[in-house]
């Protein structure tokens, strides 16, 4: 059967992935009411389309901290990818390059820094976990600056993992032929069964959980490059992320793994936005499934979204093909969304093309 849109990859890969690895990946916090959020507040913002703008030609190129990419949908770190496919990072690497957009890798991969700088000229971002033992961060920090990583993403959500109650049933672990390679050597790269998420143990003992906006700071004298802090939510932390150095900001609430209950990302983000007051840029991550989502984050201030599960779910099915055919079908998808809008660029999506319920209270559904 052929796959028309990126959220047919999930059942794919549900009926390949071992249930402790697909499980992992699909699932939220708690009770995972962020995670259907994520998705259902995308569907209460609706078009205010212009009609008979010339639109044979679209351009959905942009820059991003001064690169310039194809188009302003991105790759969200996530972690242990070859846990879905034996060319894992690799093969995200590739495809994102191929793509022309730029891929983030965690922290917590299974391919190291150098490895996927390997894979070619494609612009990377690195995902960091700031650990207990500073030593062995600033060493990981200047490995990917040298391996030749555009940025550094700080993801900030996560003093302490949240309660993934799957994780905790399956006991969950990374398989023991794998290893977290960027701390290979290091005695940090096994992830040991335990009695409970084997991650939440991992994190529990490795994660500075005193991480605070001086280590911001901190970051910008061992590394040049640019930070983007990842994991905001509210006006007031983007203000004090602004003050503390990051070059961008990333609306984004872990995919729902961390605090279960915040709003979905896409109603944070005007906040933000507003907050920013043009002096970086912002991105949203979380539940973008459409070339409609990718439209209306932009029309609400973003400059660029990142996308995560579809990502793992299609490199579990098809590998780098994969994830090529959801990165090509966002882009499709966008394309034919700015033109059905009347925008041929992305400076001509306004606010005015969206209409959200905090617009329009009447158009809010009755709980
Ligand atoms: C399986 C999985 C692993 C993730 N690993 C990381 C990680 O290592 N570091 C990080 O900052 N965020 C991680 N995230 C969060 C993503 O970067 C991103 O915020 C989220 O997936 C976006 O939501 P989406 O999956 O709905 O697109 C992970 C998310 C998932 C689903």
Redesign the pocket.
């Known amino acids: 059967m052929e796959i028309t849109n990126v959220m047919e990859y999930e059942e794919i890969a549900k009926n390949k992935l071992p249930k402790m690895v697909y499980d992992?990946?699909v699932s939220g916090a708690e009770d995972q009411w962020t995670l259907q959020e994520?998705r259902n507040a995308f569907s209460r913002i609706l078009f205010r389309p212009r009609i008979l703008v010339d639109v044979s030609h679209i351009d959905m190129t942009t820059t991003v901290l001064g690169f310039k990419i194809s188009m302003p949908i991105m790759v969200?770190?996530?972690?242990?990818q070859k846990m879905a496919h034996p060319d894992g990072e690799y093969a995200t690497a590739r495809a994102a390059s191929a793509a022309g957009t730029i891929m983030?890798l965690?922290?917590?991969a299974t391919s190291s820094v150098e490895e996927v700088a390997s894979t070619g000229p494609g612009i990377c971002f690195f995902?960091l976990?700031v650990l207990k033992d500073r030593n062995v961060v600033a060493q990981l920090v200047r490995r990917a600056e040298r391996a030749g990583f555009k940025a550094i993403?700080l993801?900030v959500d996560?003093p302490r993992l949240g309660r993934r109650e799957a994780d905790i049933k399956n006991r969950f672990a990374l398989p023991p032929y794998l290893t977290l390679k960027n701390f290979e050597g290091l005695d940090l790269g096994k992830m040991d069964k335990t009695n409970d998420s084997g991650l939440a143990t991992y994190a529990a003992e490795q994660v500075d959980r005193s991480l605070s906006w001086k280590d911001v700071k901190w970051l910008q004298t061992i590394t040049t490059l640019p930070i983007l802090v990842?994991g905001v939510l509210t006006a007031e932390d983007t203000r004090l992320a602004i003050q503390a150095g990051a070059a961008g900001i990333i609306v984004?609430n872990?995919?729902?793994?961390q605090l279960d209950y915040v709003p979905a990302t896409i109603m944070a983000l005007e906040e933000v936005v507003k907050a920013a007051q043009g002096k970086v840029p912002v991105f949203l991550?979380?539940?973008?499934r459409r070339g409609t989502d990718v439209f209306k984050a932009l029309a609400l201030g973003a400059s660029g979204v990142?996308?995560?599960?579809?990502v793992?779910f299609s490199l579990a099915a098809e590998g780098e093909a994969g994830v090529k055919k959801v990165l090509q079908m966002l882009r499709d998808e966008f394309e034919l969304t700015m033109a059905l809008s009347g925008c041929r660029s992305l400076k001509e999506i306004t606010r005015n093309h969206i209409m959200t319920e905090w617009d329009r209270p009447w158009i809010a559904p009755r709980l």
């Open positions: 992992y990946y994520n969200a770190p996530t972690a242990m983030t965690s922290s917590w995902q976990y993403v993801t996560t990842k984004s872990h995919g729902a793994r991550d979380g539940g973008v990142f996308i995560g599960r579809p793992v």
